[in-house]
């Protein structure tokens, strides 16, 4: 079964503090895997892909296969990085797998 | 290039009625997949479909829940004879292929059924 986990529901950090934000996915064969941001009130936007080592508003994510990890990190937040995150598997090319979401609040 | 335009964006219904909701996926998007999110859960896949087709209906529940996606008009996601465990946010999502290339979602229709 393809599984993915976002072990914290909530993460309190303050402002200009370093973020990390889990995501540990349980699949066998090669993953695509994305983070999805959804802040207040808006529609779910996508934050970064695995595959296009990007690097938006700051965050970055490394796939470690041999974890099975895909934490999304930066290294000074700000007050306006408070949403939900959420870690995402693609498989079969049309649909995804979520986390069931963390909420980081970052206080002034 | 509105996006991908969901309505209405709150539902209520009482058990038992019927609730449609609907989906515009982005001006050339052919491919539809719907997603239900439970209340402290991720989202749900449900189902795919492309236009007058299923593609893939392996998340939809098995009873009272029916999805289309017609050669004109927008994607509907009905559910028959609604019950309290429906209350849920249901996403839409729309891309101009297969593949996670330019997925949007919409910004979703909570039902609350009463």
């Known amino acids: 079964a393809q599984r993915v986990t976002q072990p914290e529901k909530l993460l309190s950090v303050f402002k200009g503090a370093p973020v990390e934000l889990k995501c540990n996915y349980s699949y066998s064969g090669s993953p695509e895997l994305f983070w999805y941001v959804q802040y207040s009130r808006q529609r779910l936007q996508l934050l970064l892909r695995h595959i296009s080592r990007e690097s938006i508003k700051g965050f970055t994510a490394d796939l470690n296969k041999g974890e099975t990890s895909f934490h999304l990190k930066k290294p000074f937040a700000q007050e306006e990085d408070s949403a939900m995150y959420y870690c995402?598997?693609?498989?079969?090319?049309?649909?995804?797998?979520f986390g069931s979401g963390t909420k980081l609040n970052v206080k002034p | 290039n509105a996006g991908v335009m969901q309505n209405p964006r709150h539902l209520v219904r009482r058990r038992g009625q019927e609730a449609r909701l609907r989906c515009s996926p982005m001006k050339g998007h052919s491919h539809v997949y719907w997603y239900r999110q439970l209340p402290e859960e991720g989202l749900k896949f449900m189902v795919y479909?492309?236009?007058?087709?299923?593609?893939?209906e392996s998340g939809m529940p098995k009873e009272r829940f029916s999805a289309e996606f017609p050669k004109e008009g927008p994607s509907i996601l009905r559910i028959q004879q609604v019950v309290r465990g429906d209350s849920a946010a249901y996403f839409c999502?729309?891309?101009?292929?297969?593949?996670?290339?330019?997925?949007?979602f919409g910004s979703g229709t909570r039902l609350t059924v009463v």
């Open positions: 999502a729309s891309s101009p292929g297969r593949g996670a290339h330019g997925y949007t």
């Open positions: 995402a598997l693609n498989l079969n090319f049309n649909k995804f797998y």
């Open positions: 479909l492309q236009k007058e087709n299923i593609i893939d």
